[in-house]
């Protein structure tokens, strides 16, 4: 069913004081004589929340795979399992959920055991938009996006992350912040830290 909308017209005295374009205005001229929230970078740091979207990185076996989902894949695809190495089964479910599906390159080898493992997992950070996708497709939780912010880099081959880069990132992550609370920030000293400087008066969070 298609409404039919007719545009109100405008008075007099909103054509020459122009009080549509004050009202379109109001929040913007508002916060731009407030004390912007900010913080003093690169010399003060704030640790990002566990759900930032930061460079990808790969979890490690280490006995916290999600089950029975983990165990069915590897069971399915015939996966050699190494502790301390990447979970990926290389079931290319990332690679299909991409927008850009190009900036992977993912390779999987036989072994003599007849079982398999990924050999070749490249992904150009060029090309990506960030957008989670691939992310959210893993089965095994393997592919995930890390605090890692400060990207910049004097060469293009460093935004390029190979199998032992994903697989590093994903150690250094899984020692510091896996079993941190999924809050967005990692605690009320941080919070309060860059929320204070605007003089905000915030409710005190409770751990359920």
């Keep these: 069913m298609i409404r039919k909308v007719f545009e109100k017209p405008l008075t007099w005295l909103e054509r020459i004081l122009f009080l549509d374009f004050i009202r379109g205005l109001s929040i913007t001229i508002r916060h731009a004589f407030r004390r912007t929230i900010t913080t003093h970078y690169p010399y003060e740091k704030l640790t990002p929340p566990k759900r930032f979207r930061g460079f990808f990185g790969h979890k490690v076996v280490d006995g916290r795979e999600p089950q029975p989902a983990f165990d069915e894949w590897v069971e399915r695809f015939k996966i050699e399992v190494v502790p301390g190495r990447s979970r990926c089964v290389v079931c290319l479910l990332c690679k299909r ?41 893993c089965p095994v939780d393997c592919l995930f996006q890390s605090d890692i912010h400060e990207t910049a880099s004097y060469s293009r081959k460093d935004a390029v992350l190979d199998l032992e880069t994903l697989e590093r990132i994903g150690r250094d992550w899984q020692r510091r912040r896996e079993n941190e609370p999924d809050r967005i920030w990692i605690d009320d000293e941080q919070r309060m830290k860059l929320w204070y400087e605007n003089q905000l008066k915030l409710p005190e969070v409770k751990e359920n």
């Design 97 to 137: 959920a991409c927008p850009v599906p190009q900036l992977f390159e993912i390779e999987g080898e036989k072994l003599p055991n007849g079982k398999r493992r990924v050999s070749v997992f490249n992904m150009n950070m060029m090309l990506c938009t960030f957008c989670g996708f691939c992310v959210d497709a």
